[in-house]
Every structure is written in structure tokens, then in C-alpha cells.
T-cell receptor, first 114, second 117 residues
Framework: GENVEQHPSTLSVQEGDSAVIKCTYSDSASNYFPWYKQELGKRPQLIIDIRSNVGEKKDQRIAVTLNKTAKHFSLHITETQPEDSAVYFCAATLQGGYGNKLVFGAGTILRVKS | SQTIHQWPATLVQPVGSPLSLECTVEGTSNPNLYWYRQAAGRGLQLLFYSVGIGQISSEVPQNLSASRPQDRQFILSSKKLLLSDSGFYLC????????????????FGQGTRLTVV
């Protein structure tokens, strides 16, 4: 069925190392792929997004890559810091009966150890 | 600027009681509206989404229903709550400008933590 798969479910890294989170999607018509960060008890907030006409996008220590052929996209965080610890969600717009819907992956708990 | 309001922030309800969670968006027109549920330590499960009044899609079989009485108002309801309905409920909105294929960033409400006892 239509879904977004996300891996790993948990990720522990040492401060200063890089973290990579991967997602795959099923709908070849998907064209928008945002990443959200959710801190404990708070609402998810957008950290970066990419559209299907772009292969890579970077914003300081955060980058996202998209492989449309393989239908997967990844979040890369470099030089991780303790404040990067949070739950990260990938998402994709999938075609629904009433138009596009935003579907999220299961989330990755990132722990940055200092 | 656009804002999204969701209330209440917390709710404790007995099993079998009704539920009504409300979400309103200001500063935009014809938004896509979403209800998600997040169980403890889990992902964001899409429950309902709506691209306009009268156009609501239910994504998973469940004990809940959604209504959109006005363009910028989205309501999540239940006639009789179950213990399994406990969770963190999030309302969100974004836009899909017609003909552009360019969905916009989704913004979330503060969430409602529902505990069914």
C-alpha cells in the first residue's frame, strides 16, 4: 500500500559525528519530501525539505538527498551536537482520493552523546 | 501570517464518553487539513485529511470521525471513547496550490494529549 518507510528507528552517535536517516516511499508521483524534528512534548517542526526536481539540498549542517529512480531520500546531519537529540520524521506527499496527502515515516530517535 | 489553534491541550476522559477536538487555521484560505495521532514513542499516524469542505478522507479504520464545518475548521470526534484512543493528537495544515504541484510546508498545532481512563 501507500506508505513511507523510515530507518533506523533509533540512532546513537557521538557528538561531532555524522548521522544519516533513510526513507523510502511507494508513490512514484510523490514530489515533495519534508523532514521534521520533534523535541519531547512539542509539535514537529520543519527542518529541511526537497522537491522532486532537485537531487540534493543543504542548509548549514543539514542536507537532504533524493533518488527518484530508487524512490528513497536521506537526511544527513554533520558535526552533531547534543541539541540535535530529538525524534526526526521524514514525510512524502502521496496521491489520495481527494488530492495529495502528507504521510510520515515512523520516526527516528536520535541521541547525540557528549 | 498564518496560525493554527488546537484545543484542548490535555484531556482526560472516561471510557465510553464522547470526544470533540477542534482545530482552526487563520490567515489562509482553502488549506489542506490533517489529523494525526502519535502513540507514546511512535510515529505520526495519519487519521484524516481534507482538501476542502465535504472532502474528508479516512485513512484508517477506527473509532473516530472528522468533520469540516467551515473552510478553516477541522473537528475530530468520537461517540464512545476506547482505551486504545489514548494518545497525542496533532492537527496540521498545508496548501496544495491548484495546478502547481507544489505542496507547501505543513504546520502543526500544539497537540492534544488525550488519556482515556
Amino acid at each position: 500500500g501507500e506508505n513511507v518507510e523510515q530507518h533506523p528507528s533509533t540512532l546513537s552517535v557521538q557528538e561531532g559525528d555524522s548521522a544519516v536517516i533513510k526513507c523510502t516511499y511507494s508513490d512514484s508521483a510523490s514530489n515533495y519530501f519534508p523532514w521534521y524534528k520533534q523535541e519531547l512534548g512539542k509539535r514537529p517542526q520543519l527542518i529541511i525539505d526537497i522537491r522532486s526536481n532537485v537531487g540534493e539540498k543543504k542548509d548549514q549542517r543539514i542536507a537532504v538527498t533524493l533518488n527518484k529512480t530508487a524512490k528513497h531520500f536521506s537526511l544527513h546531519i554533520t558535526e552533531t551536537q547534543p541539541e540535535d537529540s530529538a525524534v526526526y520524521f521524514c514525510a512524502a506527499t502521496l496521491q489520495g482520493g481527494y488530492g495529495n496527502k502528507l504521510v510520515f515515516g515512523a520516526g527516528t530517535i536520535l541521541r547525540v552523546k557528549s | 501570517s498564518q496560525t493554527i489553534h488546537q484545543w484542548p491541550a490535555t484531556l482526560v476522559q472516561p471510557v465510553g464518553s464522547p470526544l470533540s477536538l477542534e482545530c482552526t487555521v487563520e490567515g489562509t484560505s482553502n488549506p489542506n487539513l490533517y489529523w494525526y495521532r502519535q502513540a507514546a514513542g511512535r510515529g505520526l499516524q495519519l487519521l484524516f485529511y481534507s482538501v476542502g469542505i465535504g472532502q474528508i478522507s479516512s485513512e484508517v479504520p477506527q473509532n473516530l470521525s472528522a468533520s469540516r464545518p467551515q473552510d478553516r475548521q477541522f473537528i475530530l470526534s468520537s461517540k464512545k471513547l476506547l482505551l486504545s484512543d489514548s494518545g497525542f493528537y496533532l492537527c496540521a495544515w498545508n496548501r496544495s496550490p491548484y495546478g502547481t504541484g507544489r505542496d507547501t510546508e505543513a504546520f502543526f498545532g500544539q497537540g492534544t494529549r488525550l488519556t482515556v481512563v
